[in-house]
C-alpha cells in the first residue's frame, strides 16, 4: 500500500520534525550542525523557503519553515537527502538516516505561530541540555535576542506578532517564551 499523500498550503508555515533512525543521533559534533546549517542554506537557494524558527538537537530537528513554490515535501526530500549522503558518507555506513518520514503539521493560526516557536526554542531546555534557551548554539533563539541576522531567518514573522520597535518586539518575545518557564 502506498504512503498517503501530503497536503501543502502554500501559504502556511509547518512544524517539521525529523527523527534520527532508532533515535541515533543525527548530529555527532559540531560540523554535523554546522553541515546541516549550510545545506539549508544550499537548498533554500535552489527550492526557497522562509524559516521562522529552528532547533537542532542531538537525535531530531524541529523547523517551522514554509514553501509558497515548492510542496514542504520536496523541500524535506531535498534537505534529507543531501543529509543522510553527507551523514552516511562520514560514518561510512549505508542504510536509512532518518527514522522514518518527517513530522509536520500546518499552523493556521498567529497563536499557533507564536507556540510552535516557543516550543521549538524551549526543546533544548525541556530536553535539560541548557537552562536558558539562549544558551544552545543550535537553536534560531539567540538570533531573536540579538540584532545579529541569520541569513535563512526570517524573524519579522514571529517579531512582527508583537508592538514596538525592534528591540520591543524582541523584548516581547522574550518575555512571552519566558512565561512558558513560570507556568
Given amino acids: 500500500m502506498g504512503r498517503k499523500q501530503r497536503i501543502w498550503v502554500p501559504h502556511s508555515f ?15 559534533d559540531n560540523g554535523d550542525f554546522k553541515i546541516f546549517l549550510y545545506m539549508l542554506q544550499q537548498v533554500n537557494e535552489k527550492t526557497p523557503f522562509e524559516l521562522a524558527s529552528y ?5 531530531h530537528f524541529h523547523l517551522q519553515i514554509r514553501s ?4 514542504i515535501s520536496k523541500v524535506m526530500s531535498l534537505i534529507n537527502k543531501r ?10 555506513i549505508t542504510g536509512h538516516v532518518f527514522e522514518k518520514r518527517y513530522y509536520d503539521k500546518v499552523i493556521n493560526s498567529k497563536q499557533g505561530m507564536l507556540e510552535v516557536s516557543r516550543y521549538i526554542h524551549l526543546n533544548p531546555v525541556d ?17 531573536y ?4 541576522r541569520h541569513h535563512l531567518l526570517t524573524m519579522a514573522i514571529i517579531l512582527d506578532y508583537f508592538s514596538g520597535d525592534e528591540w520591543e518586539k524582541r ?3 522574550q518575555a512571552f517564551v519566558g512565561r512558558e518557564r513560570e507556568e
Fill in 83 to 92: 543529509y543522510a549522503d553527507y551523514y552516511n558518507t562520514k560514518n561510512r
Fill in 55 to 59: 532547533c537542532l538537537m542531538t537525535n
Fill in 171 to 173: 523584548r516581547k518575545y
Fill in 145 to 148: 535576542m540579538h540584532t545579529s
Fill in 127 to 143: 530536553a535539560n541540555m541548557v537552562i536558558q534557551p539562549q544558551s544552545y548554539q543550535w537553536s534560531s533563539y539567540r538570533y
Fill in 68 to 71: 509558497r513554490e515548492q510542496p
Fill in 14 to 28: 509547518y512544524h517539521v520534525v525529523c527523527r534520527g533512525n532508532r533515535r541515533d543521533a543525527l548530529f555527532k
